[in-house]
């Protein structure tokens, strides 16, 4: 009897760390597709958008392994307190990392699609935004793979400054078009680039949220701190 328990306790810890590890590998590829997409973006790089777009299914996979495991582990091994926590979280983050992965692939996409660029657009505020994302991004996957609660606030604290820089990019986009209608093209292309990028860092910032609550059991504020008035 006793040792039958011990096998239970240690399969269910070997579930648990598989769980662990598939969350750690979501997070680095979607990681990878982000600043794959941003050097498309960003350098012109035609190969970096079509890796980009190449690894989707690879982050659709995963979240789908990821919430079967989950289920398993809910339904079968009743877990309670951190571990009951920590199982949800892990569904919940599954679901934003993949919509990141969308969003990444939607960048690259239309980064293809950019040929001809206003020699006065903001690429100073485009590589800003871009940079900025992927730091939130990378942060709020080193505080899920750690369960560190203070990294995961810090992400939290950042995405004010993704919002700045969307809402500047769109006004001034929206000016470029007014201004010359032969802009319109490239710079739709390039307000859907900027939308999905604050998207990425909405997302990152959901992550924070979800991994401060499995670590600690408390949740954040619901109202998040916001950079001026975004445009939504």
């Keep these: 009897m006793v040792k039958e328990q011990a096998h239970t306790v240690s399969s269910y810890e070997q579930q ?132 560190d609660s203070a990294r995961a606030v810090e992400v939290w604290q950042s995405d004010a400054a993704v919002d700045e820089l969307y809402t500047a990019m769109f006004r001034e986009l929206v000016t470029y078009m007014m201004e010359d209608p032969r802009t319109i093209r490239s710079c739709t292309h390039l307000l859907f680039i900027a939308k999905n990028m604050e998207r990425i860092g909405d997302h990152a910032t959901n992550i924070a949220e979800r991994v401060y609550y499995a670590a600690t059991g408390e949740m954040l504020p619901p109202e998040r701190p916001r950079g001026g008035a975004s445009v939504r």
């Design 16 to 147: 648990l760390s598989q769980l662990r590890g598939m969350m750690v590998a979501m997070g680095r590829l979607v990681t990878q597709q982000t600043e794959q997409a941003v050097a498309a973006v960003v350098e012109g790089d035609t190969e970096a958008g079509r890796t980009a777009q190449a690894l989707d299914p690879q982050v659709d996979q995963l979240e789908r392994d990821i919430e079967t495991l989950a289920i398993r582990l809910l339904a079968l091994r009743a877990p309670m307190a951190g571990d009951l926590r920590e199982i949800v979280a892990a569904m919940k983050i599954s679901g934003d990392l993949e919509r990141i992965g969308d969003c990444a692939a939607s960048v690259a996409k239309r980064a293809l699609k950019v040929d001809t660029v206003p020699t006065d657009v903001p690429a100073g505020a485009l590589r800003s935004m871009g940079r900025l994302v992927q730091e939130n991004l990378r942060r709020a996957v080193d505080a899920m793979s750690q369960q």
